[in-house]
């Protein structure tokens, strides 16, 4: 598997402390995104303040354990290990028997997914996974096929799947122009309503622009997007309280 990144002592992938592998490649083209290093599946060599670099490395399945092995002393109170991305499941063949040794040295596992992948790879990995995140993007089909070129239809089958078998957290990105509009926010709010049961939580993620040299060390041209006030974040966070207080579903910032 290619890793871009494995990052200790996260406090904001999963509960306690946690060490976070971001695996390159995803499934999606969300125009906002803030990590352009994990698009790609392959490989990808930088300049960065006028020196040369590579994002992504390979790992085998006993390299990533040994980097995760490292910090287990620090996962007690829940903390573990969180696979992120890209779209992490894309590697499921590859994390399975990861996954396996993981829990056999009893750490906890998280997964940060859009669910843009085959319903097969979900439902491999959905037995040893303690935590998913999954991503509330742009909810119109036509929209998320021209924006995302992502199958919308696949993502709810793999949600149905995953609400009958696990709780999960849901991340909303707020993006000014892709995310925000009152049609996305209803059929947001749909989604919620449909899955309480299974929600444990709502995020909503402020859209930023920490990507932006990343895209220039690649030679890319940086994303234009509209910086969201925190006034807007409380009137979007606030819409989908009012809208979902029958509920239950707690719903916060980040």
Not at 172 to 188: A, K, L
Not at 227 to 235: A, G, N, W
Request: one cysteine or more.
């Amino acid at each position: 598997m290619i890793v871009t990144n494995i990052q200790r002592f996260s406090l904001h992938d999963g509960p306690g402390i946690r060490t976070t592998v971001f695996l390159k490649g995803c499934s999606i083209r969300c125009p906002w995104c803030s990590n352009p290093e994990n698009i790609n599946h392959q490989i990808e060599s930088y300049v960065k303040d006028g020196k040369e670099g590579f994002y992504g490395k390979e790992y085998s399945v006993d390299q990533v354990l040994k980097e995760v092995l490292k910090d287990k002393i620090f996962y007690e109170d829940n903390g573990g290990v969180t696979f992120s991305g890209g779209e992490a499941l894309l590697y499921a063949k590859e994390l399975l028997p990861l996954m396996q040794q993981i829990k056999q040295n009893n750490i906890s596992i998280a997964v940060e997914s859009s669910l843009f992948v085959p319903s097969s790879y979900l439902e491999m990995v959905i037995p040893f996974v303690d935590y998913f995140y999954v991503d509330l993007k742009v909810m119109d089909k036509e929209r998320c096929s021209f924006l995302l070129k992502g199958n919308l239809d696949l993502f709810k089958s793999n949600l149905a799947i995953l609400a009958k078998s696990k709780k999960f957290n849901v991340r909303i990105p707020v993006i000014f122009g892709y995310t925000d509009n009152e049609d996305n926010i209803r059929s947001i709010i749909d989604v919620i309503r449909e899955y309480s049961s299974s929600i444990e939580m709502v995020e909503l993620i402020k859209g930023h622009n920490l990507g932006d040299n990343k895209y220039v060390s690649l030679g890319k041209d940086v994303p234009q997007k509209a910086e969201v006030s925190d006034l807007f974040l409380d009137e979007y966070r606030m819409k989908i309280i009012e809208a979902v207080e029958e509920v239950g579903v707690e719903i916060c910032k980040i």
